[in-house]
């Protein structure tokens, strides 16, 4: 899978579970201890996420790492 899929994969599906759990960005920056601006980069792909985030975020959205980068038939939540 080419890096831009991989990109997009995992910007809608951050979006698309955070919205699922009614979170608001700001919401979703106070569980893993970040600014409201950089969830927003991270669903714009301004920003990628390093793995410490990545486990905060699966964390928070209570996700497996993997479902970031899902293809929409297999978004299952942990």
Do not use: C, W
Request: hydrophobic share 35%.
């Amino acid at each position: 899978m080419k890096p831009e899929k991989l990109k997009s994969l995992f910007q809608d599906n951050l979006k698309f579970r955070r919205k699922e759990l009614g979170l608001t960005q700001k919401d979703l920056a106070d569980r893993i201890d970040a600014q409201q601006p950089y969830i927003a980069d991270l669903e714009n792909g301004i920003r990628h996420p390093t793995l410490e985030t990545l486990a905060k975020l699966s964390e928070a959205l209570r996700v497996k790492p993997d479902f970031f980068l899902a293809q929409e038939s297999s978004k299952i939540p942990a």
